[in-house]
């Protein structure tokens, strides 16, 4: 059971269950049955980004159920066992993503999910949950065990792998189980639930809209509709003076090249920033989040993302993004990243260190003339390999920013504040 949160903050409760009939949810000692979401299903093999002698037919021996909480429940329970339920104002937040343990031919990478020390995202999650949060924040790639382990390998052997609940169960919801039960969670899409990926899952049990026929990931034939999903906000609530927000967009198949203009995906993410520039005008402090990094640092010293720098450039040609979005989350990249800047930019925070395979750290000084973008002047940079996750406290009108290692040791610290921030390392 967990709580998930949607559009302008809507709460819902979430239950996975082999139960043939979805179980009851008791608010403030009024019970109701909770509705079906997705039955018990074998989903018939589609295309993948695997061969298909590398794929299988997803099998969902669960169902999953779902219920709106009313807004200021004092107490929600599913079975006896107590929800956390949504704060108007949280002031402690949970930043995680990039979770979990990669299994994938293609890349000939196999990882140590069978070795806690090495797949470290239960660990991540059990340091995290101790810190009693508010909310959490997942920004994406939940899913990593696409391919069975390869022949005689000890470190992965007997691992759940393809798309199914299995796999779900084991790359997420066991190592999550901590953090689920520790506070509502905000999640993202990432690009491994897209539809030739794990966006079955990622409909079924992730995200806070309905399932609909067709927006669901099970045919080829409806992935337009399947991997594209509007941009929403989450209120935050009002502290020091200030209204606060996060801007969720679903970037989950924006490519490492800028897009054809005559494409469909040009044209839909062009409308859906258009959206996220209207949800910016809500609150004066905005947070965009999106799973690739826009004005972060790749491997090498890459630059953000061109796809999406590209569209967002026409409306705002120097800052990308409208004047009330402060701060931008994603993951993708496997480290922590913290990137302020002398220029008039959003500060940029990548969390992609949860456990999956990590990237090799990049020097703390940007080399001469490399930037995220063009028109954007790198004040502050620096970045770790290590896993662990983030948390964001708010106190005022000001946001302390802290990357954590695992076992909660600090790496890096940000305060922003009037539009400023400012950074160091322990």
Request: aromatic letters at 8%; hydrophobic letters at 40%; charged letters at 15%.
């Amino acid at each position: 059971t967990w709580v998930v949160l949607g559009e302008q903050g809507q709460a819902q409760a979430r239950v996975i269950t082999t139960a043939t009939s979805c179980p009851e949810l008791s608010q403030d000692g009024v019970t109701s049955r909770m509705q079906l979401r997705a039955a018990p299903a074998s989903i018939a093999q589609r295309k993948t980004v695997s061969s298909a002698a590398d794929s299988k037919a997803s099998l969902f021996e669960v169902s999953s159920c779902e219920a709106d909480l009313h807004a200021g429940v004092k107490t929600a329970s599913i079975a006896g066992q107590l929800l956390p339920l949504p704060k108007a104002t949280p002031q402690k937040i949970i930043v995680i993503g990039d979770t979990g343990c990669r299994l994938q031919k293609g890349s000939n990478y196999f990882q140590e999910c069978n070795d806690a020390a090495k797949w470290a995202f239960a660990q991540v999650a059990k340091t995290a949950a101790s810190f009693q949060p508010d909310l959490v924040i997942h920004v994406g790639d939940y899913h990593y065990r696409e391919n069975a382990c390869s022949a005689g390998n000890p470190s992965c052997a007997a691992s759940p792998w393809g798309y199914g609940w299995d796999t779900w169960r084991a790359d997420f919801f066991t190592p999550a189980a901590p953090l689920l039960a520790a506070a509502p969670w905000v999640v993202v899409r990432g690009n491994h639930e897209s539809c030739t990926r794990a966006g079955q899952g990622w409909w079924r049990f992730m995200d806070p809209r309905p399932l609909q026929a067709g927006r669901d990931c099970n045919r080829e034939a409806d992935d337009i509709q399947g991997d594209y999903s509007a941009p929403y906000a989450v209120p935050l609530g009002t502290m020091g003076g200030q209204t606060a927000q996060l801007i969720v967009f679903d970037s989950s198949k924006v490519p490492g090249k800028i897009l054809e203009k005559t494409s469909s995906a040009y044209q839909i993410y062009a409308v859906q920033l258009q959206a996220a520039d209207r949800l910016a005008e809500q609150a004066q402090f905005s947070i965009f989040m999106n799973h690739h990094p826009i004005l972060g640092f790749g491997p090498a010293f890459k630059s953000g993302n061109p796809a999406l720098q590209d569209i967002m450039q026409l409306s705002h040609p120097e800052r990308l993004f409208p004047t009330k979005v402060q701060a931008t989350l994603a993951g993708h990249v496997h480290l922590f990243e913290a990137i302020s800047f002398a220029s008039d930019h959003p500060t940029q925070f990548v969390a992609g260190n949860g456990g999956s395979s990590l990237d090799q750290a990049l020097s703390s000084q940007v080399p001469a003339g490399a930037t995220p973008y063009a028109k954007a002047e790198v004040a502050h940079f620096s970045n770790s390999n290590q896993a662990g996750f983030m948390t964001m406290e708010r106190v005022g009108a000001s946001w302390k920013m802290q990357a954590w290692d695992q076992l909660g040791k600090p790496i890096s610290s940000c305060v922003m504040q009037d539009n400023k921030t400012s950074c160091a390392t322990p």
